[in-house]
């Protein structure tokens, strides 16, 4: 599953269908930790605007 | 008593109404459970399944669900690849009968595998030259992209959204879904279309066999196809049922016009790339292994002709052409009778192309294995429905689900 797991090889077959795999998986987390923080600096920015109000 | 939690404006049945009817589906999924723990605990003898015939009835429910799951994919694309902004309003269903189709395949699996303890070998230990370990890849990580594309809409609920963190975090995800949509299309496209490769590259079963294009038979195309297809119809099939349980219309009849006239053309030329392809093998690759056509449809007591009529011109042709027409796709029974079709037909053809498969006797001394399931079976497969259902009722009552809701029940 991963480079350093004893089993694997450097073929093409392990590339493409983990390549693929992570990199799928790679734009999901990517995604939701943009998400996720974007959210958190709102909220953090929600609450500093209301206390100055 | 639960009237807070109920999306503003909307009008739902009473708790203990609601109570009533989640508890009596509740009880046939608790009879699939039980099942389910049968499968586990005692082993796959459980099922009638035996070395002569080894798919259970629940590998058609795979099948079956992830086809007719495909609608919200194809939806996901259409609406936040292709822009076309009236999906929105059928878009959160679409994500949530998705969320309950491929759920309900990993639930599957898990009891196919009989041992769900070493489910995570197929990651670890995977076989990289295999159809299915792309399937299972696709399939895990495509779930997460229908879990992202749904947890907007549960952070929408009225109580959860107060919460600033939440209401920001649902605004956010909304502003990047296009991303997760994109990747839910090409996931979906690899497992949709391998799950029909595995059939297309089993050259010792002559019923399934294809030529096709580099490594993909041709199988590989008309699966994903046919679940774009067909994915919407039953889509629009479960919403009009939703609309009639809750006595209510909650998407405007140019929403389900758009989208029933798009799965219509992607039937027609669906069903038109099946016909050639059909013919194809029924005259150059069947005899070309020393078959003929008959051979798959006779000399048995259930697979005849009539299955391959069904498939192709009663369930796949009729509902094409009914969805094309404008006359007939704003006829409100003849558009339901075309979702009702359609969505049997593509379930007919996953259970032609995997249960069939396996009946049809190869070499000479073979016969046909045909196949009675055990109630374990039976109650697996049940089982899926009954949560489906339960899920449907209780993100409709409270979440807002269909934004057109409100405009249509004043």
């Known amino acids: ?53 | 008593m639960d009237s807070a939690l109920i999306p503003k404006g909307a009008k739902r049945c009473s708790f203990p109404k609601f109570t009533i009817g989640i508890a009596i589906v509740s009880a046939v999924l608790l009879w699939g459970v039980y099942a389910m723990f049968l499968c586990w605990f005692k082993g796959l003898n459980q099922t009638n399944m035996n070395d002569y015939y080894g798919f259970a009835l629940w590998i058609w429910a795979d099948l079956a669900v992830i086809a007719v799951g495909g609608g919200a994919f194809f939806t996901g694309l259409l609406r936040y690849i292709l822009k076309v902004d009236e999906l929105k309003n059928i878009i959160n269903f679409a994500v949530i009968i998705g969320f309950i189709c491929y759920s309900s395949a990993l639930l599957i699996l898990a009891i196919d595998i009989g041992q769900p303890l070493r489910g995570w070998f197929i990651f670890w230990h995977a076989n990289v030259h295999s159809m299915l370990t792309e399937v299972a890849f696709c399939l895990s990580a495509y779930f997460a992209v229908l879990t992202i594309e749904f947890i907007p809409n549960i952070l929408e609920n009225r109580q959860v959204n107060k919460v600033p963190f939440f209401h920001h975090l649902a605004h956010n995800m909304h502003g990047v879904m296009a991303v997760f949509a994109a990747t839910g299309a090409f996931l979906s496209f690899f497992h949709q279309g391998s799950l029909g490769g595995v059939a297309g590259v089993l050259f010792g079963r002559p019923f399934a066999v294809r030529e096709g294009l580099l490594i993909w038979p041709w199988t590989f195309f008309l699966f994903t196809w046919s679940a774009a297809a067909f994915g919407p119809c039953f889509t629009l099939l479960i919403t009009k049922i939703t609309e009639v349980i809750t006595g209510k219309k909650l998407v405007k009849d140019n929403v389900v016009y758009l989208l029933a006239k798009i799965s219509g053309w992607m039937i027609i030329t669906y069903i038109t790339a099946k016909i050639i392809d059909t013919i194809y093998w029924a005259m150059v690759t069947a005899p070309s292994l020393g078959f003929t056509l008959s051979h798959f449809y006779t000399d048995n007591s259930f697979y005849g002709y009539w299955i391959l009529v069904t498939e192709i011109i009663i369930c796949g042709v009729v509902p094409g052409l009914i969805l094309i027409m404008k006359s007939t796709r704003e006829n409100p029974t003849l558009r339901i009778i075309a979702f009702v079709l359609g969505t049997i037909g593509i379930c007919l053809n996953r259970w032609v192309m995997v249960l069939q498969i396996m009946a049809v006797p190869v070499m000479s001394f073979d016969t046909w294995a045909l196949y009675i399931p055990s109630w374990q079976e039976v109650a697996t497969t049940i089982l899926p429905v009954a949560y489906g259902i339960i899920l449907i009722a209780i993100a409709y009552r409270y979440l807002p689900v269909f934004p057109q809701e409100k405009e249509l029940n004043r």
């Open chain 1, 1 to 53: 599953m991963f480079p350093f797991s004893f089993e694997w090889i450097w073929d093409m077959g392990h590339v493409v269908f983990f390549g693929g795999l992570w990199y799928a998986v790679g734009i999901l987390g990517a995604g939701m930790t943009y998400c996720l923080l974007k959210a958190a600096c709102d909220t953090i920015n929600d609450s500093d605007n209301k206390t100055s109000h």
